[in-house]
């Protein structure tokens, strides 16, 4: 179960940093739609509930998007 966990923690990362936008507005919807499916994926993953994991992770992706430059 740790490898399946770690696997999609690289992968949410990957995709994180290739769903980089222009402006903030845009990093900050990729970001949180990113965040979301991740945190969804890892939620399920963990026990905590794939609903759960999607709010943490969306709103830690958004928050992420909107304050990085590009």
Not at 42 to 63: D, N, Q, R, S
Request: glycine fraction near 32%.
């Amino acid at each position: 179960m740790k490898h399946i966990t770690t696997w999609a923690l690289c992968g949410t990362v990957i995709l994180g940093l290739a769903g980089c936008g222009e402006r903030p507005g845009t990093r900050a919807v990729t970001g949180g739609l990113l965040g979301a499916g991740g945190g969804a994926a890892l939620g399920a993953l963990t026990g905590v509930g794939a609903g759960t994991g999607a709010l943490i992770g969306g709103g830690v992706g958004a928050v992420g998007g909107a304050v990085t430059s590009r």
